[in-house]
């Protein structure tokens, strides 16, 4: 997503938020859920500066799910590559699935100290109050990035957080 390069091409597409639905044994996994929450639709939490470049998408993942047949009660885990507006808009929508981020990731949302941190993050997208899951990296590396691998007895599949520091480029 690059809103500058889109308006200097005086367009505005409709942004749309790529999810994953995961179906275990144990529930419903969504890795990422967009950029709104069904009762955003209409109130828009992002910032004024993000709007005048994008237009977002009305498929909210719990839209999408609710046509696959399925229940948002039925998600039991959204892991959330990280907590950007657009990966992480629709966690209200799931209000009993633990929310799987990185501690750092969190800690930066929850107490942005940059300016980059502070129109990163929307705090009215945690003020739900989610069941944070958080997880330090440690473990394996994988190209240069610290990556951790955890499985539960909650859970039928392991998942794979990789990070990196801004700025930092993996090794090659």
Excluded at 71 to 92: A, E, N, Q, Y
Excluded at 140 to 153: F, M, N, P
Excluded at 157 to 164: A, E, K, P, Y
Aim: aromatic letters at 8%; one cysteine or more; a positive charge.
């Amino acid at each position: 997503m690059c809103p500058r390069a889109t308006f200097a091409m005086g367009d505005s597409p409709e942004m749309i938020c790529h999810c994953l639905l995961v179906e275990t044994k144990h529930g419903l996994v969504v890795v990422d859920c967009g950029l709104f929450a069904e009762a955003d639709v209409e109130k828009n939490r992002a910032h004024k500066y993000f709007m005048k470049f994008m237009r977002p998408s009305k498929q909210t993942a719990k839209r999408e799910i609710e046509k696959l047949g399925y229940s948002p009660k039925d998600v039991k885990h959204v892991v959330c590559t990280h907590l950007d507006l657009d990966h992480c808009g629709g966690i209200s929508d799931f209000p009993d699935a633990e929310i799987h981020v990185m501690t750092s990731e969190r800690q930066a949302a929850e107490r942005p100290t940059t300016m980059n941190e502070k129109r990163r993050y929307i705090r009215k997208h945690f003020a739900h109050g989610p069941k944070w899951k958080t997880h330090d990296a440690s473990g394996e590396s994988w190209k240069g990035l610290c990556a951790r691998s955890r499985t539960t007895s909650r859970m039928s599949f392991s998942f794979r957080f990789t990070v990196t520091r801004a700025g930092t480029r993996p090794s090659r």
